[in-house]
């Protein structure tokens, strides 16, 4: 998919007088709606409902500016504020002008961001920008797709949005309001947010309970919301895939471990129905991890026979209940004739303690039907983007022979104009010799041999444009030379004249007979 990045900026509280939470503030985002926006990218109702919860999980972000006292704009400089939890609920509201708006609850650390928690008490309502992936190009505009949003971004008062009213506001609690914050604390899980949880490995800790009441989701959550999830996400979960911040609900696979108060332990029946899994989809890492756990606990049963046993007979190794031991209903495998240890103290002991056959089965159909579904979503996904890129190559392949169609008239158009230029060159030098050639004609008579010469030699160096004034310049010099030859030729007859007086005083003189 050609992902482009897309930052749409989607532009009383008078104190915050008895807070319930003194390290965090709520917010209430109005983060996207279908509203024309600047980047002409069209969201329908259908792809804005299908594509806001994306939003959860992902970071409030914010640049504040001491000398502004406001915070900015999308920047290098931003820092996290704040987070959308998890398992935010995303609503969606039909507004009078008729589009249709997402809205999501967000909260703010007051202790960590107090600047930006501050700017909402003088003025309650500040614009936000919604960064995401889409199949869009915003430079283009058109229809959206699909998106995946990254970041929400707190905008400076100055910013307008390009998706008209799209915002965030503090929820102010009051004393009265007290049992209302409480809940949405309570809902969000937001109390134990940075809670640091302990991970007990021990054979003693070992649960019972029932591995398919346990909400798998709730339990993510409270991994990613603890001050120390990397250990605990490396103990709970069997597969870790690489960048499992960004998904960790696709990415983090296999868990076993639940949490009872606040330590995680293991599961018994999230340890057989990884077991089943891992076999089935031949994971050998999982499976050696759950080999070396069960060595741990001191599990003894041999799961790996068992489970080529069920594998034989057609059906999901769900059977390998070790809370079964001592269990006198219970019934042991027809090829393996040694009956089952009794449990451990302390071991499956009581109703609560043992795991039915039935109940097991169920938790991996479950399971294995939540990651068909998934998988199922993900080929859906696979496949329109597939039919989007098919598109897009389509339309790149009709933009690059239009070009071609445009660079070959370029080319021809540049040939063209090479020929009218050389044309208008030669047409132009022929004018200009032949002013040169009548202007030396003219004047030859005139010139000496050296200024012949020259101008024959500035005349054939100069422009076009310049030619008439180089005519200019011959004539101007054969006219000086005209009157210098004039004066010249006066002279020598004033000359002639002043002598003429001496011939006749010689001729009047006294010559004797013989002269």
Same mark, same amino acid.
């Given at each position: ?30 983060? @996207? ?8 990218? &069209? ?20 640049? *504040? ?46 202790? #960590? ?10 003025? &309650? *309502? ?59 604390? &309570?809902? #969000? ?29 709730? @339990? ?98 769900? &059977? ?78 009709? *933009? ?39 202007? @030396? ?10 200024? *012949? ?63």
């Amino acid at each position: 998919m050609n992902q482009n990045i897309i930052r749409l900026s989607i532009d009383q509280i008078s104190k915050f007088v008895n807070d319930t939470n003194t390290d965090l503030a709520i917010g209430r985002l109005m983060f @996207l709606s279908t509203r024309p926006n600047t980047h002409k990218l &069209n969201i329908s109702d259908d792809v804005l409902r299908k594509y806001s919860p994306s939003i959860r999980g992902k970071w409030v972000v914010a640049e *504040y500016s001491t000398l502004m006292n406001d915070v900015t704009n999308h920047t290098d400089g931003e820092c996290i504020v704040g987070i959308v939890p998890q398992n935010a609920e995303v609503t969606f509201e039909r507004a009078q002008d008729g589009y249709l708006e997402a809205y999501v609850d967000c909260v703010i650390s007051k202790l #960590y961001a107090t600047k930006v928690y501050e700017l909402f008490k003088s003025h &309650n *309502y500040r614009s936000v920008s919604v960064e995401f992936l889409t199949d869009a190009d915003p430079k283009i505009g058109g229809d959206v797709h699909v998106f995946d949003i990254k970041a929400i971004t707190l905008l400076g008062l100055s910013v307008k949005p390009s998706v008209p009213k799209a915002n965030m506001q503090i929820i102010q609690f009051s004393a009265k309001q007290a049992q209302q914050a409480e809940d949405f604390y &309570n809902r #969000y899980n937001l109390w134990r947010m940075s809670q640091n949880y302990t991970i007990d490995k021990s054979e003693e800790s070992l649960s019972n309970d029932d591995w398919s009441n346990i909400d798998k989701t709730e @339990l993510r959550n409270k991994i990613l919301n603890a001050s120390n999830k990397n250990s605990l996400v490396k103990s709970v979960y069997l597969k870790i895939e690489n960048n499992w911040e960004t998904a960790p609900s696709e990415k983090l696979k296999y868990p076993v471990m639940q949490l009872k108060g606040d330590k995680f332990v293991y599961n018994r029946g999230a340890l057989a129905n990884a077991k089943a899994r891992a076999t089935q989809q031949n994971e050998t890492d999982v499976l050696n991890k759950i080999n070396s756990i069960y060595k741990s606990l001191n599990i003894k049963e041999n799961l790996d026979k068992m489970a080529d046993e069920d594998k034989n007979k057609g059906n999901v190794v769900m &059977n390998d209940d070790p809370s079964k031991k001592g269990d006198p209903n219970a019934t042991t495998p027809k090829d393996d004739p040694k009956p089952n240890e009794a449990p451990k103290d302390g071991e499956g002991k009581g109703e609560e303690g043992k795991m039915s056959e039935g109940q097991q089965t169920q938790s991996a159909e479950t399971e294995c039907k939540c990651s068909a579904e998934e998988i199922k979503a993900k080929d859906d996904k696979i496949a329109e983007l597939t039919a989007k890129v098919a598109e897009f190559e389509a339309k790149v392949t009709e *933009y690059e022979q239009k070009i071609a169609t445009m660079s070959e008239e370029s080319a021809k158009n540049i040939a063209e104009l090479s020929k009218l230029e050389k044309f208008k060159e030669d047409t132009e030098n022929a004018q200009k010799m032949a002013v040169i050639t009548s202007t @030396l004609a003219e004047t030859k008579d005139y010139l000496t041999e050296d200024n *012949y010469k020259k101008f024959e030699a500035e005349g054939n160096a100069c422009k076009f444009a310049d030619i008439n004034a180089w005519r200019n310049e011959v004539l101007a010099n054969v006219t000086s030379d005209v009157l210098n030859k004039n004066k010249m030729s006066q002279n020598t007859q004033n000359n002639d004249h002043i002598e003429m007086p001496n011939i006749d005083a010689d001729a009047n003189k006294k010559h004797g007979l013989w002269d």
